[in-house]
């Protein structure tokens, strides 16, 4: 098991929830390996969170308003017990694209903490990242959205 991860703009609560996920996913990764599709590893990591005791809902709907107006929707792969969002992928690589997803994500539904997973990696948490929607004064969005990747946390 690797250590806890603390971070400062982030409640311990969702620290801990994305700890359990990333646990989950690594079990995962372990069981499946790379070359499936993410709808794959959507449900077998849906069954380990329900194995763990996770709370989460799958495929969650929320609103995108623009200037107080409801222009569309958005779906989000996992929200994890109302305070993480976790989107799975299953590319070559974390593009940029991704990055994006997550923060509209964050931005849309007030969450502050997402979790981009890539399983067609080796070693899992190569391709774990936390995007932390961040809320400073100053800011002319009043939000700032930042990456960590998950390398050297832990070996699978």
Request: no cysteine; charged share 25%; aromatic share 6%.
């Amino acid at each position: 098991m690797r250590p806890s991860l603390r971070y400062a703009d982030v409640s311990d609560r969702v620290n801990e929830l994305a700890s359990q996920v990333i646990d989950a996913a690594v079990e995962v990764h372990r069981r499946l390996g790379p070359g499936f599709l993410e709808s794959v590893y959507e449900q077998a990591l849906a069954v380990e969170l329900e194995l763990r005791a996770v709370p989460f809902q799958r495929q969650v709907a929320f609103h995108v308003d623009y200037k107080g107006h409801e222009v569309g929707e958005g779906r989000m792969d996992l929200l994890i017990d109302s305070a993480l969002i976790v989107e799975l992928k299953a590319v070559d690589r974390l593009a940029d694209i991704h990055m994006a997803q997550a923060i509209s994500y964050l931005k849309a539904t007030g969450v502050t903490l997402a979790l981009l997973i890539n399983f067609n990696t080796p070693v899992l948490l190569r391709g774990v990242k936390r995007v932390v929607l961040s809320r400073r004064e100053g800011d002319a969005e009043g939000e700032t959205a930042r990456a960590q990747g998950s390398q050297g946390i832990g070996e699978e």
